[in-house]
């Protein structure tokens, strides 16, 4: 019996086909996520000056923040297919830039408050690099770890606004260290599910990666403050 020639044929094709899909929603994700630090560092700047209305109102602009960004999550959703769940995304991070401006602002009121920043930008893309790299090379499908790390998140921001009442500063450096867990292994999971072919939408595969990049740099950041900040 003589093997099927041109069945093997299709199949190698049809793999082929497949890699570079998957390799191509990499590369856009990649590309995305690069032009989402445009905004981001502008919010950032805008907020370092703006954002005193979120040291007086925490727990208020919290729950807020929090509601844009999932309506924005629910709109780039509803959107991922056409130009406007880019324009959202973008709008997504300019936010976030925002947000993160006042921390920012008591970071460079320290001593070396610039070096804790510059700290937490390397090891947030040494976190990413490490993460990309398992995904890529091992090609391991990850995604078992979705519901276990979605349970992770909600544990984590229950303990963010049980803490915004209780103020007790080891639970918010415990809370910063599980969230930089995490949302490391989030990275790994959805870095995986692209290269997998579990998803291919790379607008919708930016926000889950930079939304761990974002939760990553943050909370490494109140570490590295709470550690090692030192005052004038």
Known sequence: MQPDLRSATTYSAGTSDIAVQQNKVLRNTYLLLALTMVPTVIGAYIGIGTGGII????????????????????????????????????????????WLGPLLAVALSL?????????????????????????????????????????????????????????????????????????SLFLLHDISRIVTGGETNYIMATTGVYMSLFNIFANLLHLLMALGGERD
């Open 55 to 98: 040291m007086k109102h925490p727990i208020l602009s919290f729950f807020v923040m929090l509601g844009a960004v999932i309506g924005l999550q629910y709109a780039i959703a509803a959107n991922r297919n056409n130009g406007l769940g880019v324009v959202l995304l973008l709008a997504m991070t300019f936010i976030l830039g925002w």
């Open 111 to 183: 001593k070396n408050g610039s070096q804790l920043i510059g700290m937490a930008a390397v090891g947030t893309g040494a976190i990413f690099f490490v993460m990309a790299a398992i995904a890529t090379t091992t090609k391991r499908d990850f995604s078992f770890m979705g519901k276990f790390l979605f349970i992770g998140m909600i544990v984590a921001l229950l303990a963010i606004v049980a803490n915004m009442f209780l103020q007790i500063p080891a639970l918010a450096l415990t809370i910063s260290a599980v969230i930089v867990v995490v949302f």
